[in-house]
């Protein structure tokens, strides 16, 4: 007996994910293994590993949400389904709440980036996360960097 998941059950755990990120954490037990790893360049240059399981991820929602609002999820490709894992790519578009540090725009902004994810799947729940989003992007649209791709300062 196989114990790859349904295509079907794939999409739909990740819609879930997609739900986690507009804050909604009604299934985030279900959905993350207690062993969860999230595998991320940080532009803090800490070790995204560090932590593992909800106790990683729910606290990263939580300061997005606290830093945007009115915010929605996009899949734009996917989700791609092989095997074990699942992939998409996504666009966030949400308006600024403010509080981010070296940003200058103001509350209200409108802000929209992409990413993508790449989910590994066991035992029906996510266990492993590999991103990549434009932060680059986001914080160009909330004045929070110069030069070429941001705004100059004064």
């Known amino acids: 007996m196989s114990t790859t998941l349904s295509i079907e059950r794939m999409g739909e755990l990740y819609g879930h994910w997609t739900a986690l990120w507009r804050g909604d954490f009604t299934r985030a037990g279900e959905i993350l293994d207690p062993g969860f790893v999230v595998h991320q360049a940080r532009p803090d240059g800490s070790d995204s590993e560090a932590v593992t399981g909800p106790a990683r991820l729910l606290p990263e929602i939580e300061q997005t949400m606290a830093a945007f609002g009115d915010i929605t999820v996009t899949v734009d490709l996917g989700p791609i389904v092989q095997g074990d894992l699942i992939a998409a790519r996504w666009?966030?578009?949400?308006?600024y709440a403010g509080g981010l540090d070296r940003a200058t725009a103001p509350v209200g902004t409108p802000v929209a980036f992409s990413g993508h994810d790449i989910l590994r799947v066991a035992g029906g729940r996510f266990v492993e996360y590999w991103t990549c989003?434009?932060?680059?992007?986001?914080l160009t649209q909330l004045g929070a960097v110069s030069g070429p791709n941001g705004p100059a300062r004064s």
């Open 133 to 138: 989003t434009d932060v680059l992007a986001g």
């Open 91 to 95: 666009t966030l578009r949400a308006r």
